[in-house]
């Protein structure tokens, strides 16, 4: 989004350089988004400074820190779980449901169903 916007800067004050716009008024509107760029940047660093600050949040940090395997394990059966039972159930259900009228809304079902239980 913020590369969207970046880039979107720069071409909008090159097309009106290239158009004969003024000069002054193109890169006043170029500052305008380098300030917006350097706001973005004070917010994220507020958002640091207040997880330093938050013991729970740290803790929380720390837990996903040490269990990275087990998550790791996690998504992976999830995944292999929600293609296979997805997958499944398209073959099953294709002829007679019009909800599974491809594999991946199979495994969107099979996804919402696993994470639901």
Known sequence: SSGINAEYGYV?????????????????????YVVLRVCRIFRVIRVFKFIRHSQDLILIIKVV?????????????????????????????????????????????AIVTITTI
């Not at 909008?12 to 305008?32: C, F, I, M, P, Y």
């Open 12 to 32: 909008s004050l090159v097309t009106d350089l290239v158009n004969g716009d003024d000069v002054e008024e193109a890169h006043d509107q170029h500052r305008s």
């Open 65 to 109: 820190g040490h269990a990275k395997k087990e998550l790791g394990l996690l998504v992976l059966l999830l995944f292999i779980f929600s293609v296979s039972f997805g997958s499944l159930m398209y073959y099953i259900e294709h002829a007679t449901n019009p909800q599974f009228n491809s594999i991946m809304q199979g495994c969107w079902w």
